[in-house]
């Protein structure tokens, strides 16, 4: 199934190669090059676009600018910022205008497509988890509305929300590298160093959790993050 989504970009070059190689990984790409256009799409079509990759610097109206009227508008929407300006203070401004990734040329397509793709699997609608609200992992069951993982034996572990929200943020991104700044980011709105090891702390816990379960691993994946691995 194709993704449909919104590109703005006004360098040319970059714009076709993006939307070429995006195609033949499976996106619909409807593509405009002025921020000013791209604000009036917004505003008046409903092309059911999920997910938005913008370029900062626009003519007319600038990505910030667009960004922040784009969350009224269309607040269900993932956007991620591409820009050549890494400076920290540009990312943490992207980052609290609500975007989800912020890519700073020159980048990797295969790995803006890799995180493009773990954007929308994390925005995915929430009836993709199972509706009776026993989720299974494994041998055992994780109640996310009760805060409860229940082993084979019918054994309850009582989470905390914060427990629950990491292990429904893990299991809606298993089988795939997930690096540790978005679950910060995700799960504790931060990725401030002393909350980085209190994410170490709850892996080690989930580890316990699941001994014995040969359908769960948690592996570090070394510089990035972790993969929560399901069989």
């Not at 990984?25 to 921020?35: I, K, N, P, R």
């Not at 791209?38 to 610097?57: E, F, P």
């Not at 203070?89 to 890519?103: E, H």
């Not at 309850?156 to 700044?181: A, G, K």
């Amino acid at each position: 199934m194709k993704h449909h989504m919104l590109l703005i970009e006004d360098e040319t070059d970059l714009g076709n190669v993006l939307k070429q190689y995006l195609e033949l990984m499976d996106f619909s790409v409807d593509w405009l090059q002025c921020g000013r256009a791209a604000l009036d799409a917004i505003i008046s079509d409903n092309r059911g676009w999920q997910i938005v990759l913008v370029d900062v610097n626009l003519p007319e109206v600038d990505g910030f600018e667009l960004a922040k009227a784009m969350v009224k508008i269309q607040p269900n929407v993932p956007f991620l910022f591409l820009t050549a300006r890494g400076e920290k203070k540009d990312r943490l401004c992207g980052l609290k205008i609500g975007a989800d990734d912020y890519i700073v040329k020159p980048f990797d397509i295969d790995e803006l497509v890799l995180r493009m793709r773990n954007i929308l699997k994390r925005n995915q609608p929430f009836n993709s988890i199972p509706a009776c609200n026993a989720i299974p992992l494994g041998s055992m069951r994780f109640l996310k509305d009760s805060l409860k993982l229940v082993d084979a034996n019918g054994k309850e572990t009582i989470l905390t929300p914060l427990e629950s929200d990491l292990l429904l943020h893990f299991y809606l991104n298993s089988n795939m590298v997930i690096r540790r700044e978005d679950i910060l980011q995700k799960v504790w709105g931060t990725d401030d160093y002393f909350i980085g090891r209190s994410l170490d702390v709850f892996v080690s816990r989930f580890r316990k959790y699941f001994q014995g379960n040969d359908h769960i691993c948690i592996r570090n994946i070394y510089g990035i993050g972790f993969m929560f691995c399901i069989t």
